[in-house]
């Protein structure tokens, strides 16, 4: 785990052990009141707020709101694999970041060097950015897109495991809950819902007052976008921080080869694995992709040999160790801190 050093010149981990409840806990409900959140992990309040103010400004910490894919992008998003020319992986790199419709990248071990997701957001051609833009970069070699066709696990469900299961049970009623049939377009929102929407974006924990005072309503009224965006489900709150904080710190990419007739159990049984993060059915040869994040190497060799191991169905499995988080969910990294995050996603 990353870890400071103190003045004594011992070394101290980025985060202590509260923290870490900290976190967890905003995994279950990214929204929850400070002071439910306070009395849940054990802490005054003021303690509480002066630790969440510290993880957000040294960068270790950020909510943010997942926009529904569905409502801002242009096409269903697409896995590339992209093989760079020798010596110019980091070159590619820089260029791929520029491009704001990719929403995540990870340096690869293997015959591909750079793992990313494309989501061509409103207003961007898919064919043009996969057939010009993208192999155009300088130093790419050859580039593998697979279509992603339907998720069965997105990074959003993802939970940090730690907590007893009475005080997940406390937070789970301060979750975010979709109670209003889905918004089917980015036009049903007025000109204050979209920027309302931008906001949450930006920040998850954004209060109604903070809304009002900057759009210029009443805090009843801001508080009523925000109810119609959490319930609709066009933003869901989630926790960003790096995995290695959190004692993961190996990134695995995971192919499962397996007859079409058993893509369903196969999704069923792998979404359950705690390590999982992404899973996916996609075009190409290998029909099922998944990324995790594990413990270590031991660990990700557990899950292939043990659990996947464990369907007879399976019929081949391609994995690939990643070698650095460079930008997951249109945030960039710095090491083991969270960078900025790619301006203007939301688009009408």
């Known amino acids: 785990m990353p870890r400071l050093v103190s003045a004594a010149g011992q070394p101290q981990p980025l985060l202590d052990e509260t923290d870490l409840d900290i976190v967890a806990a905003m995994h279950v409900a990214p929204r929850v009141p400070t002071a439910a959140l306070a009395e849940i992990v054990g802490l005054p309040v003021s303690t509480l707020s002066r630790r969440l103010v510290r993880l957000q400004e040294e960068r270790l910490l950020r909510v943010v709101g997942r926009f529904a894919w569905e409502l801002i992008t242009s096409s269903n998003p697409y896995e590339l ?20 419709d990719v929403q995540f990248v990870v340096q690869t071990s293997g015959p591909a060097d750079i793992y990313a997701n494309l989501f061509p957001l409103n207003g961007s051609d898919h064919e043009e950015l996969l057939a010009s833009v993208i192999p155009s970069i300088p130093g790419v070699r050859a580039i593998d897109s697979r279509l992603i066709l339907e998720p069965a696990k997105v990074g959003l469900a993802w939970r940090y ?28 929102l007025s000109e204050f819902e979209f920027e309302t929407m931008r906001m949450l974006g930006a920040n ?37 921080i790096q995995s290695d904080l959190m004692g993961y710190p190996l990134h695995g990419l995971v192919s499962i080869d397996v007859q079409p007739r058993d893509i369903p159990r196969t999704l069923e049984r792998v979404a359950l694995h705690p390590s999982v993060r992404l899973l996916s059915t996609v075009t190409g040869s290998v029909p099922i992709s998944l990324s995790g994040v594990f413990t270590g190497p031991a660990d990700l060799a557990a899950f292939i040999r043990d659990d996947l191991g464990a ?19 249109w945030i960039d990294r710095d090491g083991s801190r969270l960078g900025a995050q790619v301006p203007n996603v939301l688009r009408r």
């Open 161 to 188: 495991r730690r907590l007893d299961d009475d005080r997940v049970a406390r937070l789970e009623k301060h979750a975010a809950v979709t109670a209003q049939p889905p918004l089917h377009d980015l036009a049903q």
């Open 204 to 240: 998850g924990r954004v209060t109604a007052a903070e809304v009002g005072r900057t759009l210029g309503v009443s805090a009843s009224t801001a508080a009523r976008a925000i109810r119609l965006l959490l319930q609709t489900g066009a933003v869901t709150p989630r926790v960003e």
């Open 81 to 100: 694999w992209i093989t760079s020319a020798p010596g110019q992986s980091r070159a590619v790199l820089t260029e791929l970041l520029r491009i704001p």
């Open 311 to 329: 369907m007879p169905w399976v019929r081949s499995i391609q994995s690939v160790a990643g070698l650095g988080l460079r930008r997951r969910y």
